[in-house]
């Protein structure tokens, strides 16, 4: 199972970001599907999810309003797209794979990419 998450990059406040997530090995229209992501010197942190159907998202406040995740189980991929970001979104961003529908807790979930550096200066 492979989950390639890309699309990250230094971009400046305000501006947008989409981040990618490829899924190989596993069919993601069975599974939840989340975004997570970790700054230095601080635990990995939930971002938003998003059910098996893409019919249901939920997301964290800190980013509610900013980010939206969608998901293409044609394409076996899942994005998150990024919008008016801000310097404390700087961190490493990981999609993960759940069993579950639904899920925001990172021990919920059974699969993770390798992650992908979102740099945001101010």
């Known amino acids: 199972v492979q989950l390639q998450a890309s699309g990250g990059g230094l971009v400046q406040a305000g501006d947008s970001l989409r981040l990618s997530c490829a899924v190989s090995?596993?069919?993601?229209?069975?599974?939840?599907m989340g975004w997570f992501r970790q700054a230095p010197g601080k635990e990995r942190e939930y971002v938003g999810t998003?059910?098996?159907?893409?019919?249901?998202?939920r997301y964290a406040d800190s980013v509610k309003g900013r980010f939206t995740i969608s998901r293409d189980n044609a394409k076996n991929s899942v994005y998150l797209q990024m919008s008016s970001l801000k310097p404390e979104d700087t961190a490493v961003y990981y999609c993960?794979?759940?069993?579950?529908?639904?899920?925001?807790?990172?021990?919920?979930?059974?699969?993770w990419g390798q992650g992908t550096q979102v740099t945001v200066s101010s």
């Open positions: 993960a794979a759940t069993l579950a529908n639904i899920a925001t807790k990172t021990h919920q979930y059974d699969y």
């Open positions: 090995g596993l069919t993601i229209s069975a599974y939840g």
């Open positions: 998003i059910s098996r159907s893409g019919y249901t998202t």
